[in-house]
């Protein structure tokens, strides 16, 4: 039986911030994962500078960024999420871990 599961995360980044501050913002979160024994399967820009249906912390638009990955265990999500949380580069993020979806 295999007992890897698929996640998506899905981060909002805050619009403000320089383009090489947000390549460093997305490369820490991807490290985070990879060195949590995550296997990043895509990592890439959802949509750049879109327009959200309420205020979040007083800015109305942002970057989603999506991720996929596969882990043994939930330690990278978990650290991903903890991390997230205390980041103010990101104002959003959603995680989905994806069950009986075929590849």
Same mark, same amino acid.
């Given at each position: %039986?295999?007992?890897? &599961?698929?996640? $998506?995360? @899905?981060?909002?980044?805050?619009?403000?911030? +320089?383009?090489?501050?947000? !390549?460093? @913002?997305? #490369?820490?979160?991807?490290?985070? =994962?990879?060195?949590? +024994?995550? $296997?990043?399967?895509?990592? $890439?820009?959802?949509?750049? /500078?879109?327009?959200?249906?309420?205020?979040?912390?007083?800015?109305? !638009? +942002?970057?989603?960024?999506?991720? #996929?990955?596969?882990?043994?265990?939930?330690?990278?999500?978990?650290?991903? !999420?903890? =991390? &997230? /949380? %205390?980041?103010?580069?990101? =104002?959003?993020? %959603?995680?989905?871990? @994806?069950?009986? @979806? !075929?590849?």
């Amino acid at each position: %039986m295999n007992t890897t &599961a698929k996640y $998506e995360i @899905l981060y909002i980044i805050r619009p403000d911030i +320089g383009d090489d501050q947000k !390549e460093t @913002l997305v #490369e820490r979160f991807n490290n985070v =994962l990879t060195d949590n +024994g995550a $296997e990043l399967t895509k990592s $890439e820009y959802w949509d750049k /500078n879109r327009k959200f249906a309420y205020e979040i912390e007083d800015y109305t !638009e +942002g970057d989603y960024y999506l991720i #996929e990955l596969s882990s043994n265990d939930s330690n990278a999500v978990d650290e991903f !999420e903890r =991390l &997230a /949380n %205390m980041n103010d580069g990101i =104002l959003r993020h %959603m995680i989905v871990r @994806l069950e009986h @979806l !075929e590849d």
